[in-house]
């Protein structure tokens, strides 16, 4: 993977961030980054295949989003329909 940074080859890391994506060592600028890094969920709280899954039940089914939250909430990811209005 190139630095989104530099654009520069750059180096694996052993350490897996909270959500469990790679994390990456530029070798030139030396700034650490992950494989989220520059896309445009990096800012997001939860992984990103779940983040997808709801917008698609969202725009799919018409799902409100307190019915999202519910539906997850019984799969064990907490969040409110707040948190899915904010994503």
Request: hydrophobic share 35%.
């Amino acid at each position: 993977m190139n630095c989104p940074h530099c654009a520069s080859a750059t180096k694996e890391q052993r350490k897996k961030t909270s959500l469990g994506y790679r994390t990456f060592r530029c070798s030139v600028c030396q700034r650490a980054f992950n494989e989220r890094s520059g896309t445009p969920f990096n800012f997001l709280e939860y992984p990103t295949d779940l983040v997808l899954l709801v917008v698609l039940w969202r725009l799919r089914y018409k799902l409100s989003l307190r019915d999202l939250a519910e539906m997850f909430l019984e799969r064990g990811w907490v969040f409110t329909h707040e948190a899915v209005r904010d994503s």
